[in-house]
Nanobody, 117 residues
Framework: QVQLVESGGGLVQAGGSLRLSCAAS????????MGWYRQAPGKQRELVAH???????KYAMSVKGRFTISRDNAKNTVYLQMNSLKPEDTAVYYC???????????WGKGTLVTVSS
């Protein structure tokens, strides 16, 4: 059974930093593309950052230069370092796993990030 467990969310002031973690189990982590998505109230879920099995990354334009995604295959964990946070970054952040060459997507339950102005 695949499980993705996010942690690290919380309340932070604008300009602050948070580091999200997503611990994966039940899958072969190193062959999965991993992503962080977010969903703000009343909005659709959107891609924030993505890292493929070869460590290539991509970011939403709104977070480029402020957020960094990374992975540790030995720990089956993907991270999202978030710096210079803005109130508009407030959302529930979800971890996603997509096995290479597969249409399957696994999701975590999310962690809430709240940025106060």
């Amino acid at each position: 059974q695949v499980q993705l467990v996010e942690s690290g969310g919380g309340l932070v002031q604008a300009g602050g930093s948070l580091r999200l973690s997503c611990a994966a189990s039940g899958l072969i982590f190193r062959i999965n593309a991993m992503g962080w998505y977010r969903q703000a109230p009343g909005k659709q879920r959107e891609l924030v950052a993505h890292i493929d099995p070869g460590d290539s990354t991509k970011y939403a334009m709104s977070v480029k230069g402020r957020f960094t995604i990374s992975r540790d295959n030995a720990k089956n964990t993907v991270y999202l370092q978030m710096n210079s946070l803005k109130p508009e970054d407030t959302a529930v952040y979800y971890c996603n796993a997509n096995p290479i060459a597969s249409a399957i997507n696994y999701w975590g339950k999310g962690t809430l990030v709240t940025v106060s102005s």
